[in-house]
T-cell receptor
Framework: AQSVAQPEDQVNVAEGNPLTVKCTYSVSGNPYLFWYVQYPNRGLQFLLKYITGDNLVKGSYGFEAEFNKSQTSFHLKKPSALVSDSALYFCAVRERYSSASKIIFGSGTRLSIRP | DVKVTQSSRYLVKRTGEKVFLECVQDMDHENMFWYRQDPGLGLRLIYFSYDVKMKEKGDIPEGYSVSREKKERFSLILESASTNQTSMYLC????????????FGSGTQLSVL
């Protein structure tokens, strides 16, 4: 069965410093991988996705994520954090084989950027 | 922009009531999903549908059923609400391809007393 793990409940970073939010996955075959963000009192928004090709994926708001097949990881990164990046971040995985495959989310990581 | 509309933002129901949560999307998406969001547990998939009248169980379907009679509408039904079904319910939709992103509604916070 497919699964997603976000090992950190909370990540605290000073503004201007680089940030990393970790995600590992387990799935049969090759996955599609996604990151979503949830700002306070708002719905989830798509950030970026990995389909195939370049292991470094660029997304919205200056975020990027690196796909590492050997480590089954898809960590979210940003070179310089902003206070406005403070939010709840979710990693998600989907198996490729059919439209009937599930999209499974991790437990979420709360990112807090201090001024 | 794609709009996914959930009929209620807040809902309070009594134990044993039958509860309907409605979700409508306006972009002709093939796929629709129902998740519940609980602190520390993230989003857990209840049911999803990849076509009209088609449905697939997610990871926690017990106590829930769904209906998709029209492409734009996906309803979640709590047959007999219980207190452990108090949660934030999120509806999402996507185009048919497996690699497409999800568009989420604003959520329905359901409290079962």
């Amino acid at each position: 069965a497919q699964s997603v793990a976000q090992p950190e409940d909370q990540v605290n970073v000073a503004e201007g410093n680089p940030l990393t939010v970790k995600c590992t996955y387990s799935v049969s075959g090759n996955p599609y991988l996604f990151w979503y963000v949830q700002y306070p009192n708002r719905g989830l928004q798509f950030l970026l996705k990995y389909i195939t090709g370049d292991n470094l994926v660029k997304g919205s708001y200056g975020f990027e994520a690196e796909f590492n097949k050997s480590q089954t990881s898809f960590h979210l990164k940003k070179p310089s954090a902003l206070v406005s990046d403070s939010a709840l971040y979710f990693c998600a995985v989907r198996e490729r084989y059919s439209s009937a495959s599930k999209i499974i989310f991790g437990s979420g990581t709360r990112l807090s950027i201090r001024p | 922009d794609v709009k996914v509309t959930q009929s209620s933002r807040y809902l309070v129901k009594r134990t044993g009531e039958k509860v309907f949560l409605e979700c409508v999307q306006d972009m002709d998406h093939e796929n629709m999903f129902w998740y519940r969001q609980d602190p520390g547990l993230g989003l857990r998939l209840i049911y999803f549908s990849y076509d009209v009248k088609m449905k697939e169980k997610g990871d926690i379907p017990e106590g829930y059923s769904v209906s998709r009679e029209k492409k734009e509408r996906f309803s979640l039904i709590l047959e007999s609400a219980s207190t452990n079904q108090t949660s934030m319910y999120l509806c999402a939709s996507s185009l048919g391809a497996v690699n497409e992103k999800l568009f989420f509604g604003s959520g329905t916070q359901l409290s079962v007393l």
